[in-house]
């Protein structure tokens, strides 16, 4: 498309919490700017001081809610439905693409308000979602006014469908390929004298399975008395190392969150990156990103990562749930430096796809499909638009 759009992208979760979906809108967005695209975002903020991405507007402070086996911070009411319409009269958008509008959140309220070329993205992967129940009779209706539907993966587009019997497009999440894959300093083998493995994440969450690879990082110790493990990512590292053994602490050192720049540096100093989520993924960005950089990937044997590793292809995979399993393939892969650069290879060779080069092109061809026979996006009257979605 040779035209310049006017983007208006909604993001549901608070913007200043690190997560998968606010990654994708902030790449997606400043790769759309890049190519001479007009964005603008709306995301619930908690700290309107911190916001440093220009294309950025604040919907509010969002409010902790149970979600999906995590806490989610989302946005939803009378004076947030208020700014999302003062929003959208505002930015003359040829297309507006609202993430997760399946739950209550700004999405949603977006999605109430709009008329148009509307862009709905899917990223959750649960049968069941409670958040549903209190606003259903609303979801669905509203899932309906949507020109197009994407899902980031397989297991997505099974939920979108089993929930509001739709059918959406599979468009996983994009990475920034070239920035992950060019500077590593040595071979991921290199330095086994002294192994160093990693993890990054929310680590206090359960689900993402931290506390399953501390207690494999036990045994992996007794073959590796070197072995080092770097955590990256938010949490209260003392209230984790607490509940750890001072053989096993020892070994642990913790980065907290990091920029762009530092996480490229942590995955390009890893033997071999470790993925214990015992679920509530839909897609395994972090895999993508690691292989990207040319770090072997170790994985739970859940569906979203068995999608990306190709069902062991591009990188090795454990028993989920299974601290046993987890450590016999990691002393596995350490002793074996040939199979570490063939894994590392591999993965450079599979991140290719998920580069935002070609996201971003598939998510552009969903946005011309949506334009097609309609005006732009404009602000429906309150009643119109209730007497649509009820």
């Not at 700017?33 to 975002?41: A, D, M």
């Not at 494999?216 to 509940?243: H, T």
Request: a negative charge; one cysteine or more; hydrophobic letters at 45%.
């Amino acid at each position: 498309m040779s035209k310049k759009l006017r983007i208006g992208m909604v993001c549901p979760y608070g913007w200043d919490i690190p997560g998968g979906v606010q990654s994708h809108i902030r790449e997606l967005a400043n790769h759309f700017v890049n190519q001479g695209h007009y964005v603008s975002v709306i995301a619930p903020v908690s700290d309107e001081d911190s916001v440093k991405d220009s294309w950025l507007i604040s919907a509010g402070r969002p409010i902790p809610i149970p979600f999906n086996g995590s806490v989610a911070r989302v946005l939803f009411g009378p004076i947030a439905s208020a700014r999302v319409r003062t929003w959208i009269s505002n930015g003359d958008f040829d297309v507006l693409h609202m993430h997760e509008p399946g739950i209550p959140s700004v999405s949603l309220l977006a999605c109430f308000a709009a008329e148009g070329p509307l862009v709905g993205t899917f990223h959750a992967s649960t049968p069941r979602l409670r958040a549903i129940a209190a606003v259903g009779p609303l979801i669905e209706p509203m899932i309906e006014k949507l020109s197009a539907r994407i899902a980031v993966s397989e297991m997505a587009h099974d939920t979108l469908k089993n929930l509001y019997g739709t059918e959406a497009v599979v468009i996983p999440n994009g990475i920034d390929y070239a920035k992950l894959s060019v500077g590593r300093i040595s071979n991921a083998s290199e330095h086994l004298d002294r192994p160093t493995i990693g993890f990054l994440g929310r680590f206090e969450e359960d689900r993402k399975g931290l506390p399953l690879l501390l207690e494999a990082l036990a045994i992996v110790i007794q073959s590796f008395p070197d072995v080092e493990l770097i955590v990256a990512g938010p949490g209260d590292s003392q209230r984790v190392m607490n509940k750890v053994d001072s053989s096993v602490s020892s070994h642990v050192k913790f980065l907290g969150r990091l920029s762009d720049d530092e996480k490229v540096s942590f995955f390009h100093n890893l033997n071999a990156y470790i993925a214990p989520n015992t679920g509530g993924e839909s897609f395994g960005i972090i895999l993508a990103e690691s292989m990207a950089s040319g770090t072997p990937v170790i994985a739970s044997d859940i569906h979203a990562f068995k999608a990306v590793l190709e069902g062991g292809k591009n990188g090795i995979h454990f028993e989920s749930d299974n601290a046993q399993d987890l450590a016999k393939k990691i002393i596995e892969l350490l002793r074996a430096p040939v199979r570490i650069d063939e894994f590392a290879e591999k993965g450079l060779s599979a991140a290719r796809a998920y580069d935002w080069n070609n996201i971003a092109s598939a998510i552009m061809s969903v946005y011309e499909m949506a334009l097609v026979g309609n005006n732009k996006v404009s602000v429906g009257t309150e009643n119109a638009t209730w007497k649509r979605g009820r």
